[in-house]
């Protein structure tokens, strides 16, 4: 009788558990069950897909690609108040003016709509893609749409209906002043479904000068939260942006919907399944540790011997 009420009560954990919205791991718990990651195709079957993000990008496998050329960013520099909320996931902040972006290979200009960031716990490993397993403590995401769509929705109906321009950060011994209007607005959302108006920003104020922005990478994938939508032309910046470990540390003391701290709120990487991943020209191959040490082994032989 006994293993009879427990595999009902089991039973009925499970069915809880799949009927409730997704999480990330850091939010399962014996009191909380919901669709973590391994999980999120119960949730949408797109997130099963052969052409999922975030991915591992191995340097020494991308391919160089010639028409990987400088970005053109339109309207980036203009300065706007808008809305960020903690959306019980992460921190979003919608982009009310129009901003552009082309060239950098993409098929045609794309609007950004929104922006929001993945991090870890106060201040440690958190971005969402990796480069040879390195993990940035944070990332950030810029999300583009066909300039002649009116909404996300439609885009995502577009195998390359969406375009996201991926930033990652980078600890600093110095606070990063650009980034106080978004870091102090986050005492005021700390619960889920709480919101604040940012003082005057800009997009341009947020990511590395356009001259530094010639070395990336590319590769087609999707969005990494559920509906995990394959529509997405991803490029990844190799120059990160600088944060204090103060700055980085903030965004733990947010909350998720189910009160936890909001840490960890990135996806694990997801198989290339035979994707190809390219390079701009600007793009640098890191050589590993272990093959840079004997480099420096071999030419400091060399100097002894002559």
């Not at 996300?152 to 109906?157: E, F, G, K, Q």
């Not at 190799?238 to 840490?263: C, D, T, V, W, Y």
């Not at 399944?273 to 600007?282: H, P, T």
Request: hydrophobic share 35%; proline share 5%; glycine share 8%.
């Amino acid at each position: 009788m006994q293993q009879l009420i427990l595999l009902v009560l089991l039973a009925s954990c499970w069915a809880t558990c799949a009927a409730e919205d997704w999480c990330y791991q850091s939010q399962f718990s014996c009191d909380h069950h919901c669709n973590a990651p391994d999980d999120w195709h119960q949730t949408n079957s797109a997130c099963g897909g052969r052409s999922q993000s975030p991915i591992n990008i191995v340097t020494r496998k991308t391919l160089r690609d010639e028409l990987l050329t400088p970005f053109h960013f339109d309207n980036y520099q203009q300065s706007f108040r808008g809305s960020i909320k903690n959306n019980g996931h992460s921190v979003q902040v919608g982009v009310p003016i129009l901003s552009t972006v082309s060239g950098g290979g993409l098929p045609t200009v794309y609007k950004a709509v929104q922006f929001h960031l993945h991090w870890g716990s106060n201040g440690g490993p958190g971005a969402e893609h990796t480069v040879d397993g390195e993990q940035h403590p944070m990332e950030l995401h810029i999300v583009h749409m066909k300039h002649h769509y009116t909404d996300l929705s439609t885009a995502l109906s577009d195998p390359q209906g969406v375009a996201v321009l991926g930033f990652f950060y980078e600890r600093s011994g110095s606070a990063n002043r650009k980034y106080e209007p978004i870091v102090n607005a986050l005492q005021s959302i700390k619960s889920a479904n709480g919101n604040t108006t940012l003082h005057s920003i800009s997009l341009a104020q947020l990511i590395p000068p356009e001259h530094n922005l010639t070395a990336y990478y590319r590769y087609w994938g999707s969005l990494t939260t559920p509906g995990c939508s394959e529509a997405v032309v991803w490029t990844l910046f190799e120059n990160a942006i600088p944060l204090s470990a103060e700055q980085l540390r903030a965004f733990s003391e947010l909350k998720f919907h189910n009160g936890k701290p909001m840490e960890g709120n990135f996806r694990p990487v997801q198989p290339l399944n035979g994707r190809k991943v390219y390079r701009s020209g600007g793009a640098v191959i890191l050589a590993s540790s272990g093959l840079l040490v004997a480099a420096i082994a071999a030419a400091v032989g060399l100097s002894r011997s002559d």
